[in-house]
């Protein structure tokens, strides 16, 4: 990590945010955190850049087409992806700067376009022995054609409840917790509605986690502490839990968990990091149930960099500041190109 330390600090960093996914406003305060986080003199050059809703590209006070940015930027530059969700998260960017010569933070195009698919990681993850919660995907042809099918192979599995999620979306946008699985239908139809798939999963109970990683697939790596994360009464983990300044409550380390069952975490982290084929970072989102082993619900390829993000809170657990946990991602991202 030396070396890539001292190249990193002649290089010119920029840092893409924004994009057109429904994330787009935890991207721009994400990018901003980083943008902060760099401006410390620590690096040569830093330069911002966003993706508009449009698609087209802003930098320096011009609207771009995304090849016509790249020309602009100085070649060499390190890319600092912090985009959620979308064309940002599911290897197509990844893929674009690839085949211009930039070399960017996190995954590349594979383990990106994988985990953005939560039924195809999921397969991926319990093929490798990791527990994943019971739960089928609903496409829109049998939705039409076949409803009542679905619906009863969903309740020999969802009698304590179910989570209906979009199958490439991210921070909790469009999933539903249900108790009641009258609701079900209203809400298959809403996601569907979004030109997605719709993820039906069973409701598991118990403590809900998610623990990071650092490192590159090939080389060593660091699980950082765990995070217990505690919705609100009569809440779930959704968009404003997350976001929130009131929303849940969140331990660095798990108040609800000891030693050994922390350590269970990391070691299942640390697996699916290895087999979904994470670059720099990742987190992994789990329940804890009060028996059995921990359940997998994703694998999150750029999680969020905001104020009130999971990632930095473990990072400080680890005694790293935001710039240095930044200063890093960006070290992996020479490490791996190198």
Not at 224 to 244: H, N, Q, S
Not at 299 to 322: E, K, M
Request: proline fraction near 4%; charged fraction near 25%; hydrophobic fraction near 40%.
């Amino acid at each position: 990590m030396n070396q890539a330390a001292t190249i990193l600090r002649a290089s010119t960093v920029a840092v893409l945010q924004g994009g057109r996914s429904s994330e787009r406003e935890v991207s721009l305060r994400s990018g901003n955190a980083v943008l902060r986080a760099l401006a410390g003199g620590a690096l040569e050059r830093v330069l911002a850049l966003e993706i508009e809703p449009d698609g087209r590209w802003k930098f320096e006070g011009r609207s771009l087409s995304a090849l016509e940015a790249l020309a602009a930027v100085p070649r060499g530059t390190l890319f600092f992806l912090a985009l959620h969700g979308g064309e940002g998260e599911d290897g197509t960017i990844q893929g674009l700067l690839s085949t211009q010569g930039f070399r960017h933070t996190g995954s590349g195009v594979g383990a990106s376009a994988l985990c953005m698919d939560k039924q195809h990681t999921r397969a991926v993850l319990a093929a490798e022995g990791l527990r994943v919660a019971r739960g089928r995907l609903v496409r829109p042809l049998e939705w039409r054609t076949e409803r009542t099918r679905v619906l009863a192979e969903i309740a020999e599995f969802g009698g304590r409840g179910c989570v209906v999620k979009p199958n490439r979306g991210g921070s909790s946008v469009d999933t539903f917790v249900l108790d009641d699985l009258r609701l079900l239908e209203p809400r298959i139809a809403r996601v569907l509605e979004t030109g997605d798939l719709a993820l039906v999963e069973e409701r598991i109970l118990g403590v809900e986690t998610t623990c990071a990683v650092l490192g590159n697939a090939g080389g060593e790596l660091r699980a950082l502490t765990p995070v217990e994360i505690v919705p609100k009464a009569g809440r779930f983990f959704d968009y404003k839990e997350k976001y929130d300044a009131q929303g849940a409550a969140e331990f660095c380390p798990p108040r609800s968990l000891d030693a050994a069952a922390v350590r269970e975490l990391q070691e299942l982290a640390l697996r699916a990091h290895r087999t979904t084929g994470c670059d720099g970072y990742s987190r992994t989102d789990f329940f804890v149930p009060p028996e059995g082993a921990p359940v997998v619900l994703e694998v999150n390829t750029l999680p969020g960099l905001t104020d009130r993000s999971l990632l930095p809170q473990a990072a400080a657990q680890q005694g790293l500041s935001f710039e240095e946990l930044c200063l890093e991602i960006l070290a992996l991202a020479l490490e791996r190109g190198s």
